[in-house]
C-alpha cells in the first residue's frame, strides 16, 4: 500500500511542475516577449500543453 501511495504522490508532484511550467509560459506569452517556439523550448511544452495556454489567455482576454 505504501508503494501506491508513493507512486500517487510522485504523480501529483510531476502535474504539479507541469502546471506551474505553463502558468510561467502563459505569462511570458501575454508579454509577448517570446515567440511562441521559444516558449515551447524555453518551457518543454507539448504542442497542446501550449493550445492549453493559449486559449486560456483568449478566455481570460
Do not use: H, P, Y
Request: proline content about 0%; some cysteine; hydrophobic content about 45%.
Amino acid at each position: 500500500m505504501c508503494r501506491i501511495m508513493e507512486d500517487f504522490a510522485k504523480e501529483e508532484r510531476k502535474e504539479a511542475k507541469i502546471e506551474e511550467r505553463m502558468n510561467l509560459a502563459a505569462k511570458v506569452l501575454e508579454s509577448g516577449k517570446m515567440t511562441e517556439e521559444e516558449i515551447v523550448e524555453m518551457f518543454k511544452l507539448t504542442e497542446k500543453q501550449l493550445q492549453i495556454i493559449k486559449e486560456k489567455i483568449t478566455v481570460l482576454a
